[in-house]
């Protein structure tokens, strides 16, 4: 909740590193913590330490600049890290369901990818913009605005254009409706064979 505030402050306040720094905080945060460890503390006092600094800063950071600083923030596995290799590929999914987002995030992060789940289309493009991931999943049906108009507008836009894209859907009918450049992951028992080509084809894995 703490988190949430401090990004919202950072928005309204004209502080777009502190909102950034505050949703990954969020990020960290969320899924099934409920007891800080040692470990954790520590990070999350590297998180404030980080706040801090981005208040104290006279300029705002480049997007170069501002992507080393989010990606050098900690990250947090439900898992043991040391059972798999952790990549320096950053994946942003667009989903408004927690169910989804865990699920889906889950199977990213066994993949060894840094997964930032955003729930909000909205709030998506601009994150997107100020630090562009290395690749953006968005759910298909969202409210306010459809997963596969998110991408089409990222590809319209001159920071996002090449950053690989791929609309995550149940129906096997949206494959006709997604134009190209944009790939298709279909949840359920053919989402690992679809990731994994998705994968491939953009050359992350």
Not at 53 to 68: F, G, I, K, S, W
Not at 141 to 161: E, F, H, I, S, Y
């Amino acid at each position: 909740r703490e988190a949430g505030k401090l990004r919202a402050i950072g928005s309204s306040c004209g502080f777009p590193l502190v909102s950034l720094i505050a949703h990954r905080l969020e990020v960290y945060l969320g899924g099934t913590l409920t007891r800080l460890t040692d470990r954790q503390l520590a990070d999350v006092t590297r998180f404030a330490d980080r706040l801090g600094q981005a208040v104290d800063l006279e300029e705002r950071p480049n997007v170069a600049d501002t992507n080393q600083i989010i990606r050098a923030l900690p990250v947090r596995y439900e898992f043991d890290i040391t059972d798999i290799e952790v990549r320096d590929v950053e994946i942003m999914l667009v989903t408004p369901s927690k169910v989804v987002s865990r699920l889906v995030g889950t199977e990213l992060a066994a993949c060894g990818f840094r997964t930032v789940v955003v729930h909000d289309p909205i709030e998506s493009i601009a994150l997107a913009v100020r630090m562009p991931p290395n690749m953006i999943i968005a759910s298909a049906v969202m409210d306010g605005l459809g997963g596969l108009d998110l991408l089409r507008g990222l590809k319209a836009m001159t920071p996002t254009q090449a950053v690989p894209m791929a609309l995550l859907t149940s129906l096997d009918t949206a494959v006709a409706e997604v134009p190209d450049g944009i790939a298709l992951i279909r949840v359920g028992s053919q989402f690992g064979d679809d990731f994994a080509a998705v994968i491939t084809k953009f050359n992350l894995g």
